[in-house]
């Protein structure tokens, strides 16, 4: 009996058949061998390839249908391709299976180590992905924790305060002011280094002097905490601008994008203060002054070094009166400035702009509130500013350096110094 496998398969033949009678697959099998013998010679002869393990088993597939008997034949062949080719053509030269017509056809040659490349580049692809998706995020989460650990180890103490900062605080011209510790690393593993934390529940020296000399905002959590420490800040400080977490997030827990988006969104500290004033107003209509009062005690979180600060309770601030413009005891000329001013202040009314005024009553410049600074520090004979918006400690102190007579506003800051001029007076 002949060899029924081979060691290695190179080429598959498959040829179809049709025979016009019913036979049986051996029948088939023996016209192959009887009709190809002497054929080819002896190296190429079916049966002592097969007796040699160059070509495997044959394999008949038939059916019958209405006394014809079809099907495919496949010889496997470790043979080189072009005795393959020769072997397959034989396979064409029967034409008889026992007393029935016959013909062969070879369909196709399949080169199996084509297939198997085919599975193996499809097996390989499965193992990369495997590998990628389950090793390779285990060095880059190394790589992404040793990254972090560089970026955090970076803070450092900052100013007489020893606050915590980031690297670039002094070197920048902007600075983010935050809460406590916590935050200022989590702006540090995001590659946020102008960063450095109040560090406590009161604002110290080191952070009024950097928001005197350097364009400063506020980067606050988006809770009453927040609301709590931007009236500190606005109070004892000159912030220029404010940035705040979304409602019920801290700073320290922001992912990148959330960080960048916040900062990207920030307001000019009248406008956040303007909100806050309304955010205060709808919540002693909502519950009341006791209600305001009993929900105001607050922890600040400050640096996670210090020891935590006794509950602040914040006496709830009511809305202010215009006692800044007292016009009973200013002279009839500050009170024709006064009038005038509020006359351009109704024409401002939510347009959120300023208007400097010369001593003739005439426009100097117009421009929107979060301008208002750098404009009037390069405007020349300014006598009145008008503005809808906020009057601030530092937009008074600049106003009596340019020697404007007369501020007038929609409501007033805390102001902790307040100069004979400008006369300050605020919407009725």
């Given at each position: 009996?002949?060899?029924?496998?081979?060691?290695?398969?190179?080429?598959?033949?498959?040829?179809?058949?049709?025979?016009?009678?019913?036979?049986?697959?051996?029948?088939?099998?023996?016209?192959?061998?009887?009709?190809?013998?002497?054929?080819?010679?002896?190296?190429?002869?079916?049966?002592?390839?097969?007796?040699?393990?160059?070509?495997?088993?044959?394999?008949?597939?038939?059916?019958?249908?209405?006394?014809?008997?079809?099907?495919?034949?496949?010889?496997?062949?470790?043979?080189?391709?072009?005795?393959?080719?020769?072997?397959?053509?034989?396979?064409?030269?029967?034409?008889?299976?026992?007393?029935?017509?016959?013909?062969?056809?070879?369909?196709?040659?399949?080169?199996?180590?084509?297939?198997?490349?085919?599975?193996?580049?499809?097996?390989?692809?499965?193992?990369?992905?495997?590998?990628?998706?389950?090793?390779?995020?285990?060095?880059?989460?190394?790589?992404?924790?040793?990254?972090?650990?560089?970026?955090?180890?970076?803070?450092?103490?900052?100013?007489?305060?020893?606050?915590?900062?980031?690297?670039?605080?002094?070197?920048?011209?902007?600075?983010?002011?935050?809460?406590?510790?916590?935050?200022?690393?989590?702006?540090?593993?995001?590659?946020?280094?102008?960063?450095?934390?109040?560090?406590?529940?009161?604002?110290?020296?080191?952070?009024?002097?950097?928001?005197?000399?350097?364009?400063?905002?506020?980067?606050?959590?988006?809770?009453?905490?927040?609301?709590?420490?931007?009236?500190?800040?606005?109070?004892?400080?000159?912030?220029?601008?404010?940035?705040?977490?979304?409602?019920?997030?801290?700073?320290?827990?922001?992912?990148?994008?959330?960080?960048?988006?916040?900062?990207?969104?920030?307001?000019?500290?009248?406008?956040?203060?303007?909100?806050?004033?309304?955010?205060?107003?709808?919540?002693?209509?909502?519950?009341?002054?006791?209600?305001?009062?009993?929900?105001?005690?607050?922890?600040?979180?400050?640096?996670?070094?210090?020891?935590?600060?006794?509950?602040?309770?914040?006496?709830?601030?009511?809305?202010?009166?215009?006692?800044?413009?007292?016009?009973?005891?200013?002279?009839?000329?500050?009170?024709?400035k006064i009038g005038a001013g509020k006359s351009v202040?109704?024409?401002?009314?939510?347009?959120?702009?300023?208007?400097?005024?010369?001593?003739?009553?005439?426009?100097?410049?117009?421009?929107?509130?979060?301008?208002?600074?750098?404009?009037?520090?390069?405007?020349?004979?300014?006598?009145?500013?008008?503005?809808?918006?906020?009057?601030?400690?530092?937009?008074?102190?600049?106003?009596?350096?340019?020697?404007?007579?007369?501020?007038?506003?929609?409501?007033?800051?805390?102001?902790?110094?307040?100069?004979?001029?400008?006369?300050?007076?605020?919407?009725?």
């Amino acid at each position: 009996m002949g060899k029924s496998y081979i060691d290695t398969v190179k080429y598959m033949v498959k040829a179809d058949f049709e025979v016009n009678g019913i036979v049986e697959k051996p029948d088939i099998v023996g016209a192959l061998f009887g009709q190809t013998e002497g054929l080819l010679g002896d190296d190429l002869d079916f049966r002592e390839l097969q007796k040699n393990g160059r070509i495997g088993r044959i394999e008949v597939d038939s059916r019958v249908h209405k006394g014809r008997t079809t099907g495919s034949i496949a010889v496997p062949s470790s043979l080189d391709m072009v005795e393959t080719s020769i072997l397959a053509a034989a396979l064409e030269i029967v034409d008889r299976v026992g007393p029935c017509d016959a013909t062969v056809k070879v369909a196709r040659i399949e080169d199996t180590r084509s297939l198997k490349r085919k599975v193996l580049v499809d097996r390989a692809k499965q193992l990369l992905s495997s590998l990628v998706h389950s090793e390779i995020p285990e060095s880059k989460e190394l790589s992404e924790i040793v990254r972090k650990d560089a970026k955090v180890s970076e803070i450092v103490s900052y100013g007489a305060d020893k606050l915590p900062a980031g690297p670039e605080v002094a070197a920048s011209d902007e600075v983010i002011l935050v809460e406590g510790r916590a935050d200022v690393a989590n702006l540090l593993r995001n590659s946020i280094k102008n960063v450095v934390a109040i560090g406590g529940a009161k604002v110290g020296k080191t952070v009024s002097q950097l928001a005197r000399e350097k364009e400063a905002t506020a980067f606050l959590d988006g809770d009453r905490g927040g609301d709590i420490i931007l009236r500190e800040l606005v109070a004892a400080t000159d912030i220029d601008f404010v940035a705040r977490a979304p409602d019920g997030k801290e700073v320290e827990e922001l992912t990148r994008k959330e960080l960048i988006k916040a900062l990207r969104s920030r307001t000019p500290i009248t406008e956040a203060v303007s909100n806050l004033d309304n955010k205060r107003e709808q919540r002693f209509e909502r519950g009341g002054r006791n209600d305001y009062r009993d929900r105001s005690a607050y922890h600040y979180r400050g640096s996670q070094d210090e020891p935590r600060a006794e509950p602040i309770i914040v006496e709830p601030i009511l809305p202010r009166q215009p006692d800044y413009s007292l016009e009973d005891q200013t002279s009839s000329e500050d009170q024709t400035k006064i009038g005038a001013g509020k006359s351009v202040l109704k024409g401002l009314e939510g347009s959120l702009k300023a208007r400097f005024l010369a001593a003739d009553g005439s426009t100097i410049n117009e421009v929107p509130i979060r301008e208002i600074m750098k404009a009037l520090d390069v405007a020349e004979g300014v006598d009145i500013v008008v503005l809808d918006g906020i009057i601030t400690q530092r937009l008074v102190d600049l106003s009596e350096s340019k020697g404007v007579q007369c501020l007038v506003g929609v409501r007033a800051g805390n102001l902790s110094r307040k100069p004979a001029k400008p006369v300050i007076a605020l919407a009725q």
